[in-house]
């Protein structure tokens, strides 16, 4: 998939529901060294469901960041999520060569994506033959375009070049495979909690072989902790990350 790690000049961008983050690595020998990480919390609402509700205020909040973090690069990779954009399914084919499908995979996606093809990029990884002759592993990756352009362009107007586009669930296994041998025969989950979505990528001998994004997060806890004790969005968040509030203390009462 859009795998384009490290890089001269370029820095990922993580643009969550709840909170922007910025990350730039240097590739070093055997690895890569964090040399920059900054996050921004977004008022609530801007995003929701993965979708881009309030554009204006999105690009006004980058382009603050940007400030604040003094980011100078800007070429930026982003990452996509979200049940109703993005699907990622493994799936068995025909064997054939990367060319071939190249040319046939809109017509082999089609029964998957549960979008009109034409609405959607597709893109695939080879992921090696199957038991069965003939038969090959195809990791199958469909975005929408309305979502990807939505994305691509509140970066463009914050003054950042977009020059990857990849999958959430896709970077997870990416930190993954960088930072942990493979351990043979094993199944790992990787699991991302944000405000509004949970990636889960189970990879097994340095491959996917589940992805799924669900729109449960840690926004529920927030929303509870709202109405309990009627607080304030900013309030609650501060309650839920350990901070005495407003005569609530983060500690269960004792009993
Ligand atoms: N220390 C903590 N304890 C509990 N919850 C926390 C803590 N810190 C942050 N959170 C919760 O995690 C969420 C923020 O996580 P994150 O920044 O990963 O979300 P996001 O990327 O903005 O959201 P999403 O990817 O779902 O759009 C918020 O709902 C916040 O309340
Ligand atoms: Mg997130």
Do not use: W
């Not at 370029?10 to 900054?38: M, P, T």
């Not at 043979?184 to 909690?193: D, F, K, S």
């Amino acid at each position: 998939m859009h795998m384009f790690f490290g890089g001269k000049g370029l820095f990922g961008l993580d643009i969550g529901s709840s909170c922007i983050k910025a990350v730039q690595l240097r590739e070093k020998r055997g690895g890569y060294e964090l040399e920059f990480f900054e996050t921004f919390q977004l008022p609530p609402e801007l995003i929701v469901d993965g979708s881009i509700i309030d554009s204006i205020r999105l690009v006004e909040a980058l382009k603050q960041f940007i400030k604040k973090a003094r980011i100078r690069t800007k070429n930026v990779a982003i990452g996509l999520a979200g049940h109703t954009s993005v699907i990622i399914k493994r799936i068995s084919l025909p064997e054939m060569s990367e060319e071939e499908l190249e040319e046939s995979i809109k017509f082999e996606a089609e029964q998957y994506v549960p979008f009109d093809i034409e609405d959607v990029n597709v893109d695939f990884q080879i992921l090696g033959p199957k038991e069965e002759p003939g038969q090959m592993d195809v990791m199958l990756a469909a975005v929408k375009k309305d979502v990807v352009n939505e994305y691509v362009s509140v970066v463009r107007e914050a003054g950042l070049r977009p020059v990857v586009v990849d999958v959430d669930a896709f970077a997870l296994s990416n930190m993954h495979e960088i930072n942990y041998d493979i351990e043979p025969g094993r199944n790992i989950a990787l699991v991302n909690v944000g405000a509004h979505t949970i990636n889960l990528n189970v990879v097994k001998n340095g491959m996917s072989v589940f992805t799924r994004d669900s729109s449960i997060g840690a926004s529920g806890v927030t929303e509870a902790l709202q109405k309990e004790f009627h607080l304030s969005y900013e309030i609650s968040e501060r309650l839920q990350r350990g901070e005495a509030v407003e005569n609530v203390s983060p500690r269960a009462p004792s009993r």
